[in-house]
């Protein structure tokens, strides 16, 4: 069953649909339309050192599908522009196997 539509932005990244929403003001969430790719991350008014991306879905690059999930990684510096640019940013940090990720083992407090 594809991803809801309905209140979510759209954006195409490599080729490929994504969908993004704010999610209760505390999560930026980004999901693929077949929903195999989907992760969150904190929006918090609190700054949480360090800020960390929730992988959720069953596709992440360098994660094998058989990891139980959520797993949890330390977050790519985003940028101040706008929440399109955090999108892309996350996107491309997710997608992108040359960089190396620091994992985290133990569910995040703010969670």
């Not at 977050?75 to 040359?98: E, N, Y």
């Amino acid at each position: 069953m594809p991803a809801r539509t309905k209140g979510r932005a759209k954006c195409d990244f490599r080729g490929r649909p994504f969908l993004w929403w704010v999610d209760g003001d505390r999560y930026l969430r980004i999901t693929s339309l077949d929903k195999k790719f989907v992760i969150a991350y904190p929006m918090g008014t609190e700054p949480v050192a360090p800020a960390v991306v929730e992988v959720i879905g069953s596709e992440f690059p360098g994660v094998a599908d058989s990891e139980e999930r959520p797993l949890w990684f330390v977050a790519p510096r985003l940028p101040t522009t706008s929440m399109g640019a955090w999108v892309h940013q996350l996107l491309a940090w997710s997608f992108d196997m040359s960089q190396k990720r620091e994992r985290v083992f133990s569910r995040p407090r703010f969670l």
